[in-house]
Antibody, heavy 117, light 110 residues
């Protein structure tokens, strides 16, 4: 069955960096684009970034452009989100998700990132 | 402020049929598939409708979706207590080059 497992979340001070990982199983990773999304406490869903199947196309929401980088390693069936210069407003549960027609279908359980001094 | 517009709340009694609306524009719903997600408290979103009106494997046929122009809707018939959750619509936005979501509708089963 399709499984996505995020890791790497935690508490970090403003301005610092964090790298999230998403390990997948149950499908051919290289056949799919992949997403990162987030949900701030008590708030709705927000798109963060998406990476194409071949890794050549990457799109970001405006608020993270220049600070976050999405990447993938098909040999490890893993995608990543490098988050630099973190801000308090980046505090959220971060979800990775598999793509279907440029929209998420299967989601992981999420990892909590808290940006606080 | 979400790009897609959903009413914040809806309610129904067991056995009833409820519908959720989702309104957008020509750059998103008007030119993209619409997906619907169910999010139970403390859990990850689950896809219940893909490609405007397709039910993924395992989703009961009580769930149905439709799209017309720049609006979409989700319907749940034969409402059950376990349907109580937040429901989000989503579409790809060509102008933003990203996924846009509605703010979510909280369904209460009375």
């Amino acid at each position: 069955q399709v499984q996505l497992v995020e890791s790497g979340g935690g508490v970090v001070q403003p301005g610092r960096s964090l790298r999230l990982s998403c390990a997948v199983s149950g499908f051919t990773f290289s056949d799919y684009a992949m997403h990162w999304l987030r949900q701030a406490p008590g708030k709705g869903l927000e798109y963060v970034a998406v990476i194409s199947r071949d890794g050549n196309n990457k799109y970001y929401t405006d608020s993270v452009k220049g600070r976050f980088t999405i990447s993938r390693d098909d040999s490890k069936n893993t995608q990543y989100l490098q988050m630099n210069n973190l801000r308090p407003e980046d505090t959220a549960v971060y979800f990775c998700a598999r793509d279907l027609h440029w929209l998420p279908d299967y989601w992981g359980q999420g990892t909590l990132v808290t940006v606080s001094s | 402020q979400s790009v897609l517009t959903q009413p914040p709340s809806a309610s129904g009694t067991p056995g009833q049929r409820v519908t959720f609306s989702c309104s957008g524009g020509s750059s998103n719903i008007g030119s993209s598939y619409v997906y619907w997600y169910q999010q139970l408290p403390g859990t990850a979103p689950k896809l219940v409708i893909s490609d405007n009106n397709q039910r993924p494997s395992g989703v009961p046929d009580r769930f149905s979706g439709s799209k017309s122009g720049t609006s979409a809707s989700l319907a749940i018939s034969g409402l059950r207590s376990e349907d109580e959750a937040h429901y989000y619509c989503a579409a790809w936005d060509e102008s933003l080059s990203g996924v846009v979501f509605g703010g979510g509708t909280k369904l209460t089963v009375l």
